[in-house]
Structure formats: structure tokens, C-alpha cells
T-cell receptor, first 112, second 114 residues
């Protein structure tokens, strides 16, 4: 069973703080990892993706991948109230093709 | 602008009725997907298609049907056999099915029962 697990939250952080979102996955052979942001009532929007071990930074967002421990993290620096949303982690499992499994998401609240 | 267009935005179904949700993309993507999202839950895969005239069942295909007659279009029919159709339906695509690339989503269709 391919699984992607996230803490449902809500995670509450004050404005300007660092928000840290985590995701674990079950398949050690997974090669690609994605973070989507979903505002209430809207569709998911891709914000970050990472293919190899280490960190990837894009503006205020940093994705960290630890393949040995099978987890991927998203850090949001200088959190803003507009960052309040549900963050979905997605993992491509290699099943002959690539099957994408989505986590249930973590709700983030950034308090002004 | 390239993108994925879903219509309608809101849809109401009467008991015993089949309804069809439209998904069109102009990204020249081979692979297209349909997901269902229930409140507070993650995305569940209904059907997917990696190439024209071919599609496969996902994890919750019962009560749904699809077609893929054109590369650009992947309509989803919610049949009367689907007894709990109320949900947010999302269409996604990516360049090819056998790739590491991310999926991109349309704006979704919210389906409710009258």
C-alpha cells in the first residue's frame, strides 16, 4: 500500500514566523515530491517540487527531502496571513509508470 | 494562456440522473486525471488516461465513467449508480503519464444533489 501521511493540523503560527510542514511516505524508491497549496474552496496550486536529496529554495519557500528517513518538509519563512491554506504533499511512486499519491493535507493558520 | 478548463463550476444532480463534467486542456499534455475531494479529505483518484483512446480505473471508479476521444478532452460522467456524488471534482493533467513531472489542476467542479 503506497501511502503519504501528513499531520492534519491545524498548525498555527504568528505572522513573520517560520512554518514547518512535514510529510512521510512509504516507498523508499520514490523519486519526485511535490507541495501544493489549496485555499478554501479552490483547487490545488503547485508551489514546490523536489527530485533529489537536500534542499530546494524558491523565495520564502524551502523544500527539504530526506530519502533515508523517507520524509519531505516545506518551510515557509516570514509567514503571512495570505499563506493560510491547506498544504498537500504529493509523491510519485514508481509502479512501472508513476502513480501520484496525495496526502490529506495540513491546514496552516498564520495569525496577524 | 495555456491551462485546464473545467465546467461547469457548480452542478446539481437530481436522483437517478447522469451528469457530465467537462475537462479541456490546451497544454498538449498526454496524461489526464480525475479526482474527487470530500470536505477535509485528500484527493482520491477516479480515472486516469495516459493517451488518447485509453483510460484506466483509479481507486474509486464505481459509479463513474470517462472517455478520451481527443487529447484535449477528458469528460467525466457521474452516473445514477454513484449514490453519494456530492463532492469537489478536480481534473488534472501532466505532460506524460510515465514522467516525474507534477500534475496541474483545473479550477474544479462542485457537484451537489438536489
Amino acid at each position: 500500500q503506497k501511502e503519504v501521511e501528513q499531520n492534519s493540523g491545524p498548525l498555527s503560527v504568528p505572522e513573520g514566523a517560520i512554518a514547518s510542514l512535514n510529510c512521510t511516505y512509504s516507498d523508499r524508491g520514490s523519486q519526485s515530491f511535490f507541495w501544493y497549496r489549496q485555499y478554501s474552496g479552490k483547487s490545488p496550486e503547485l508551489i514546490m517540487f523536489i527530485y533529489s536529496n537536500g534542499d530546494k529554495e524558491d523565495g520564502r519557500f524551502t523544500a527539504q527531502l530526506n530519502k533515508a528517513s523517507q520524509y519531505v518538509s516545506l518551510l515557509i519563512r516570514d509567514s503571512q496571513p495570505s499563506d493560510s491554506a491547506t498544504y498537500l504533499c504529493a509523491v510519485n511512486f514508481n509502479t512501472g509508470g508513476f502513480k501520484t499519491i496525495f496526502g490529506a493535507g495540513t491546514r496552516l493558520f498564520v495569525k496577524a | 494562456d495555456g491551462g485546464i478548463t473545467q465546467s461547469p463550476k457548480y452542478l446539481f444532480r437530481k436522483e437517478g440522473q447522469n451528469v457530465t463534467l467537462s475537462c479541456e486542456q490546451n497544454l498538449n499534455h498526454d496524461a489526464m486525471y480525475w479526482y474527487r475531494q470530500d470536505p477535509g479529505q485528500g484527493l482520491r483518484l477516479i480515472y486516469y488516461s495516459q493517451i488518447v483512446n485509453d483510460f484506466q480505473k483509479g481507486d474509486i471508479a464505481e459509479g463513474y465513467s470517462v472517455s478520451r476521444e481527443k487529447k484535449e478532452s477528458f469528460p467525466l460522467t457521474v452516473t445514477s449508480a454513484q449514490k453519494n456524488p456530492t463532492a469537489f471534482y478536480l481534473c488534472a493533467s501532466k505532460r506524460t503519464g510515465n514522467s516525474n513531472q507534477p500534475q496541474h489542476f483545473g479550477d474544479g467542479t462542485r457537484l451537489s444533489i438536489l
